[in-house]
């Protein structure tokens, strides 16, 4: 069978070109033939009787049916060798024709045939264009494999021809040479009908027409099993250059089956034509050295008539052989007729073939040799997957140390300036973008979740036994929430008879003269920050968590879009500075700014990508909790970098966009007001 | 015993011809055995390679012997003609020396005409053996 790379460089010409000669000595010997039987029949005539015209007559037609057996034959192996050469030729362009277009595809196909995709992630059609290619490529090494196999059988056939047994060099001298180098494991059974071997003359014939050969390298166990059962070495005989034991074995039918076709070796017919040609006298040794080269084992199946290697046996099904050596990885799909490729399993519904070596779905990546999953690429610096996709394996946006194996938790730079905490690796402080030298306040509660996922949050107000006014929370006018109302009264007093305690009259402050907390950003952003107190907030503050988020990516980059500017804020994306141009990976990363961390990790996709809109719009990485900095390798590509995500999305993230602008517009109004405040609560 | 009847000029001619065949014959296989050893090169690999070697070797020697054998059987029969001549021209003059009459005037003539003279002159014993 050949191999992807065989049928890649074979030469089919040559097998044409042979064919073509066949059929040219077979012209030449049917030129010969008319001439002789001219001369033959003038002899059959007037012109001469007697006994001598008997025995003369007899040697010419001897030699009349000679010349037609080679006419026959030799056209007939011309006609095989050329159907298999324009076979060949057929498979070959196609199979050149799967590897041009898997190449098209951005595919690469290894030595082997493999088809491998150097780029799942993002050639997804490369991706879907492994199977058809596949399947050309063994299809065409299927027809090759075909057309090799009868082309072999009917040259074994010819190798029993009535030429060759005839006139196979059987009356003349031995002039053979023994091989014998790769015999060991060649084993004929004779079969129960006269051997071709047997028409031609007798292996004792062989021996007493001195029959000898150039001893080689003698390797024993190549047997004949003779019908009654003997056996004779071959190996020792050929080796030897002697047809003694061939010649001891009474009705010895080296390699016959049924018809007096012969077994072949490792090319069909070769056995044929070394002992039909060493019962003729003389190719026994030439013919043996024949099939050690060809690799032993291979006989004519007495069934199919096609050569049957070691190991290898033919699918009654199919009517193809089916490997079963060691060597032979490659079986014929039952269901499809075709080879199986190592590893890959046809899909009985599809047709197509499946990778069963690795998970279904999984490629091998040609740098690391590891299986890639979908979505995961192989960072270039570390040789490590880098999750892009919607994996939770590692935090999203998270990479890995190449060194630890682990998550790194700040996967991007900090902004330079920004002191970064020894014990946590992140950030202490973040600057606001909004709001030009103001930023949040330090986390201050080490047991706020937020503090463990995000930098530069603000924390969690601990929590106080004060009791918790009945009066509405009173909205900012303009659309945003604002604040709390301060809470009065006295404590509620349980009541000792075990019912509900009468509530104090609760007093609400005039909303007129109402006077911002300092510490509302610290609720405010915590409560964005932690996913179970947003439905503390109300349900008005959940759902303009992600449109707002959606324009915090595309501001992200722009300052003067995000956070200061309540306008530039909102429902319009085309004023968050480009985070719709900014790609699929810009936005995605903008919906995964909020406390969605697999969101987050797509946002970090688009923003890594090279050469994505995402990575021009300086896209940051968010990491947990809105913990979010700026994709510091953006820079340089496009105009809108560096900007610090975080300051605007830890407000944004925690209270939608409405909220977002109002607390824009509250921070400035509150800085202009109470500057001092601003600073003390920095 | 049948009667034996020969011209041993047109023997000998189509001995010649079958010598001349039989070098046809081995010019036609040196001429192809050439070509056909190439049909292997660059086709490893095919079951068909190996096998196609082993007939192209067999087939060539059979060839080979059939041509020997074609050489062998017009030299046969150029000797068989030559035999025949021969014979007859040694009886010839073995009865010229007992007949004087017949001295020098041989009764077989050299060359036969086979279709006025399709036997053989009756001088020839049928003990010869042309082969």
């Not at chain 1, 324009?86 to 498979?91: N, V």
């Not at chain 1, 080269?293 to 699918?315: E, H, K, M, S, W």
């Amino acid at each position: 069978m050949p191999t992807f790379q065989q049928l890649m460089a074979c030469n089919p010409n040559a097998f044409t070109h042979a064919g073509e000669t066949y059929k040219r000595m077979a012209q030449g010997f049917g030129k010969v033939q008319q001439v002789f039987d001219q001369g033959t029949k003038v002899l059959s005539g007037n012109v001469w009787s007697g006994v001598a015209q008997k025995v003369a007559m007899g040697q010419a037609t001897k030699l009349q049916g000679g010349l037609t057996a080679s006419g026959q034959e030799t056209s007939q192996a011309g006609t095989v060798l050329t159907t298999l050469g324009h076979a060949l030729q057929a498979a070959q362009t196609q199979l050149r024709a799967a590897v041009a277009t898997a190449h098209g595809a951005g595919l690469i196909v290894t030595p082997t045939g493999q088809v491998i995709n150097p780029n799942p992630v993002y050639n997804q059609v490369g991706n879907a264009m492994i199977g058809p290619v596949t399947a050309m490529m063994t299809a065409a090494i299927a027809e090759a494999t075909a057309a090799d196999l009868a082309a072999a059988g009917k040259i074994g056939m010819l190798a029993a021809g009535k030429l060759i047994q005839t006139f196979g060099s059987g009356s003349g001298t031995g002039s053979a040479t023994g091989g014998g180098e790769q015999m060991a494991a060649v084993t004929s059974t004779a079969g129960p009908t006269p051997a071709a071997i047997q028409q031609g003359g007798t292996v004792d014939h062989v021996t007493s027409e001195g029959m000898t050969g150039t001893a080689g390298q003698n390797p024993d166990g190549v047997l004949a099993v003779t019908n009654s059962g003997k056996t004779a070495d071959i190996g020792a005989t050929a080796g030897s250059g002697t047809a003694g034991d061939l010649a001891q074995v009474p009705g010895m039918s080296v390699g016959t089956a049924p018809g007096g076709t012969s077994v072949a070796s490792g090319g069909a017919g070769a056995v044929t034509t070394a002992l039909g040609s060493a019962a003729a006298g003389g190719l026994l040794g030439t013919g043996a050295a024949q099939l050690g080269r060809n690799g032993a084992g291979t006989t004519l199946d007495p069934i199919t008539g096609l050569p049957v290697g070691t190991g290898t046996t033919i699918d009654p099904t199919t009517g193809l052989p089916i490997h079963t050596g060691a060597s032979a990885g490659t079986t014929i799909d039952p269901k499809t007729g075709l080879p199986a490729v190592p590893g890959v399993s046809i899909d009985p519904t599809t047709g197509l073939p499946i990778h069963t070596a690795t998970s279904p779905g999984a490629t091998i990546d040609p740098i690391t040799g590891l299986p890639v999953g979908t979505g995961t690429t192989i960072d270039p610096n570390t040789g490590l997957p880098i999750h892009t996709g919607t994996g939770t394996s590692t935090s999203a946006g998270t990479t890995i140390d190449p060194n630890t194996g682990l998550p790194v938790a700040s996967p991007t730079t900090t902004t330079p300036g920004t002191p970064v905490s020894p014990s946590t690796g992140l950030p202490t402080t973040t600057p606001t973008t909004g709001s030009t030298g103001s930023s949040l306040p330090p986390l201050t509660s080490p047991t706020s979740p937020v503090a463990s996922g995000g930098a530069g949050l603000s924390s969690l107000p601990p929590i106080s036994s004060t009791p918790i006014s009945s009066a509405p929370i009173t909205s900012d006018p303009t659309g945003g929430l604002s604040s709390l109302p301060p809470i009065s009264g006295p404590p509620i007093t349980p009541d000792p008879t075990g019912g509900l305690s009468s509530l104090p009259p609760i007093s609400s402050p005039d909303p007129s003269t109402f006077t911002p907390s300092p510490s509302f950003p610290d609720v405010g952003s915590a409560a964005g920050s932690v996913g179970s107190s947003l439905p503390d907030l109300g349900s008005s503050s959940i759902p303009d968590v992600g449109s707002g988020l959606t324009d915090v990516m595309g501001t992200g980059g722009d300052p003067s879009a995000a956070g200061g500017d309540p306008s530039s804020l909102g429902a319009d994306p085309t004023a968050g500075g480009g985070a719709l141009p900014a790609g699929g990976g810009s936005l995605s990363g903008a919906g995964g700014l909020g406390a969605d961390p697999a969101l987050a990790g797509a946002g970090h996709a688009g923003a890594a990508a090279p050469g994505s809109n995402a990575a021009l719009d300086g896209g940051g990485s968010v990491g947990l909790g809105g913990g979010a900095t700026s994709d510091a390798a953006a820079p340089g590509q496009a105009g809108h970098h560096g900007t610090p995500a975080a300051a605007v999305a830890a407000p944004i993230g925690v209270i939608g966009a409405a909220g977002a602008a109002a607390w824009a517009a509250h921070r400035r109004r509150g800085r202009d007001d109470q500057p001092e405040d601003d600073e003390d609560d920095e | 015993m049948t009667g034996i009847s020969a011209i041993p000029q047109q023997i000998q001619d189509i001995g010649r011809k079958a010598s001349g065949l039989a070098q046809e014959v081995s010019g036609i296989v040196s001429a192809g055995a050439s070509y056909l050893e190439m049909a292997g090169s660059g086709n490893a690999g095919f079951l068909t390679t190996p096998a196609m070697a082993a007939l192209t070797v067999a087939q060539i020697a059979a060839l080979k012997n059939l041509g020997g054998l074609m050489d062998e059987h017009g030299r046969d029969l150029g000797g068989a003609g030559q035999v025949y001549a021969t014979t007859e021209q040694a009886v010839v003059k073995s009865a010229t020396a007992t007949d004087g009459t017949l001295t020098g005037q041989p009764t077989v003539q050299p060359v036969v005409q086979p279709a006025v003279q399709p036997t053989v002159q009756p001088t020839v014993t049928t003990t010869t053996r042309p082969v």
